[in-house]
């Protein structure tokens, strides 16, 4: 299956979700992008060029570990884990950045601009611009400024200028809206590095294409090393970059169930969490850019979101995702926060990894189902990002009262230094 | 009577129209139809009724408070058309809907012009709609009489302002720089080339917005815009210096 055969339907579409709803402003911009990408996607030596700039900048490809001890422990299927936390600055983002960077040399652009949540694609932007030499601008909601500083603290000294953006819920949406304000005003040497595999077309097409590497490696690593296919493949779904990059190895693989685990934040019901597909609360509008799932009032208004994993606090999804579960090609579940804290510290205790916050929510769901599929049954997770790195967020999501006692000593010496 | 003959009868009375913008509910109701009272008096021809939005990923920095503090307030669009049916009544201007395409999408295509018609107005702004998604909409509104307003802007080709053209009803907007509403323009041959090229691609009146604030940027367009479109600087006004400022703005802006 070609998702990204547009010759028997619109362009951009999937299903009925995805297109372009942009300003007039922008039509040039995006017609010029997705020249390029086209190009780019048709030139096998720019395919090679991203592969060897991952292979000798960001540790790829990425390890598949194999977690006998929680499976052991759970008595079901064998896990598996695909190890995108081993990228260089700790998530898979790296993928689609460098992959946006190269395009964007071959755009003849000399400035980024980005949004981020939690700070991981910020961080990752700021990065590749350092690398490549671009001015970086990332645009960061006021709300996430304060809560994630040391993402904040490594993007200014990567040399990115950091824009606390103050409207609306001063959240990801916002810094997003803010993103397309600079660019229609600065676009034409500026190029929009979107984190995710959402907005306009042609970014969830060439966000999907860079994070397919993960796919294609785990596909290949699963065969040699395990000698067979998973029979289900779990990730966990904010833009859903992460997840189509995993999944898109397996989409030909009718033997392969694909399961997206959201954000559940608070549960059914609670109206504050993140699960566009998993509940029942989201229906279909346009906003952003494109068409798809969206958590919004009647009178199509944004609703506010919640997760304890900022990089799934979303309004909106993938709208190739949209389209796979109407065709129920991928299964969604949704993760409450407790139940991420839970599976995060099992998955610490028994194995030694600290997934993300965000990529939790993909264990969390795996562990529930592990225990009722047989001892020859495998399961392979998408571990999209470490956690290590997000220590306070980690630490306030666990209530660790050993860390605070540490920050309130850290802040009297601060204290103290100053006066 | 259609927007475009409208425009063409004001047109005899003068040689430039001003159309003027306020976001539904925002600072309020009562304060929106005080501020369309005053624009009424200065003889404003058109009047741009902005439907709030959470993400008006369009608008400047003004705009895009307005549109959150009047939701933060509990506009709705009931509200909004019920409004829109009062001031169409009791104005001579003719009403524009102004907005994002969201909300005209939740509620259905065909139910929203049958409400803006009903409401007496003679169109729409709905800037992140393009031509490519218009085409159901635009057959809805010809059928209904009412006028879709089609941006053209200084980044489209001549390929794309043919396209453009061909779409165009009513009036053309032309977006008179890059950017987000409210910043000011510098009013130059830049404009002029731009409502020229306008101009070649269409046969409808042109307006131009986007930075337009003072009376010598309606002198400038004057012999060359058939309208000029005055947004944030009014409601700039308006916040600092409440109606008193708001008619001097008008009668300046207008002498």
Not at chain 1, 334 to 361: C, F, N, Q, W, Y
Not at chain 2, 14 to 41: R, T
Not at chain 2, 194 to 221: M, N, W, Y
């Amino acid at each position: 299956m070609d998702i990204f055969d547009f010759s028997d339907g619109r362009e951009g579409y999937y299903g009925e979700y995805g297109g372009v709803f942009l300003p007039e402003i922008l039509h040039a911009t995006i017609e010029e992008l997705l020249e390029c990408f086209r190009e780019c996607k048709a030139d096998p030596t720019f395919w090679q060029e991203y592969v060897a700039l991952l292979q000798s900048y960001s540790g790829r490809p990425t390890p598949i570990s194999h977690l006998e001890n929680l499976s052991r422990e759970l008595g079901g299927a064998q896990i598996y884990v695909k190890r995108e936390d081993l990228n260089h600055t700790g998530s898979h983002k790296v993928n689609n950045v460098m992959g946006q960077g190269l395009l964007c040399k071959r755009l003849g652009k000399r400035k980024v601009i980005a949004e981020t949540g939690a700070g991981q694609h910020g961080f990752a932007t700021a990065t590749m611009a350092a690398r490549f030499g671009f001015d970086c601008k990332i645009y960061m909601g006021a709300v996430d400024v304060a809560r994630q500083r040391p993402n904040v603290f490594w993007m200014e000294n990567l040399g990115a200028e950091v824009i606390a953006v103050q409207d609306g819920q001063k959240t990801l949406k916002d810094a997003v809206n803010e993103c397309m304000r600079d660019w229609v005003t600065n676009m034409a040497d500026t190029h929009y590095i979107l984190g995710t595999a959402c907005g306009p077309h042609p970014f969830p097409e060439m966000v999907s294409w860079f994070q397919s590497i993960i796919g294609l490696e785990a596909r290949e690593q699963m065969l040699k090393q395990v000698g067979r296919l998973p029979d289900r493949v779990y990730a966990c779904v904010g833009g859903g970059s992460n997840a189509m990059g995993i999944f898109q190895g397996f989409f030909d693989d009718e033997s392969v169930e694909l399961i997206g685990s959201e954000g559940g934040g608070h549960g059914v019901g609670s109206y504050m969490h993140s699960s566009r597909l998993a509940y029942d609360d989201a229906s279909v509008g346009v906003a952003q850019g494109y068409k798809t799932y969206f958590l919004q009032n009647q009178e199509g208004n944004m609703n506010e979101t919640h997760s304890v994993a900022a990089g799934l606090d979303y309004i909106g999804v993938n709208p190739i995702f949209a389209h796979l579960h109407d065709k129920g090609r991928v299964r969604f579940e949704a993760a409450t926060d407790t139940e991420v804290k839970e599976a995060l510290k099992l998955v610490m205790r028994t194995e030694g990894l600290i997934p993300a916050l965000e990529s939790t929510h993909g264990f969390v769901t795996a562990i529930k189902e592990a225990p009722t599929m047989g001892k020859d049954e495998i399961i392979l997770i998408n571990q999209s990002g470490r956690g290590d790195k997000d220590i306070f967020t980690i630490a306030d999501a666990l209530d660790d009262a050993k860390w605070k006692s540490f920050i309130e000593g850290k802040a009297d010496q601060y204290r103290g230094e100053r006066n | 009577m259609g927007l475009q003959s409208y425009i063409a009868e004001r047109k005899q009375g003068k040689d430039l129209l001003v159309m003027a913008h306020v976001v539904c509910g925002y600072p309020s109701f009562a304060e929106n139809m005080q501020e369309l009272e005053i624009m009424a008096e200065a003889g404003v021809d058109l009047v741009e009724l902005q439907f709030p939005f959470s993400e008006p990923s369009a608008d400047g920095p003004l705009f895009v408070q307005a549109n959150e503090e009047s939701l933060k307030a509990g506009t709705t669009v009931d509200q909004c058309f019920a409004f829109m049916a009062e001031v169409s009544a009791r104005f001579p201007f003719k009403v524009l809907m102004m907005g994002y395409y969201n909300t005209a999408f939740k509620m259905g295509e065909e139910t929203f012009v049958k409400r803006v018609k009903e409401a007496g107005g003679v169109g729409y702004i709905l800037p992140d709609l393009p031509v490519e998604e218009s085409a159901n909409l635009h057959r809805l509104s010809e059928e209904a009489g009412i006028e879709p307003i089609i941006l053209m802007t200084p980044t489209s080709s001549d390929k794309r302002l043919a396209q453009l053209g061909a779409a165009s009803r009513g009036m053309v907007y032309a977006v008179a720089r890059k950017g987000v509403t409210g910043s000011k323009t510098n009013m130059g041959d830049d404009v002029l080339e731009l409502i020229e090229r306008c101009r070649q691609h269409t046969d409808v009146p042109v307006g131009v917005g986007f930075g337009i604030s003072s009376k010598a940027d309606l002198d400038f367009l004057r012999g060359h815009a058939d309208i000029a479109i005055v947004g944030t600087a009014a409601l700039k006004t308006w916040k600092e210096e409440g109606a008193p400022g708001l008619r001097t703005f008008f009668a300046e802006l207008m002498a």
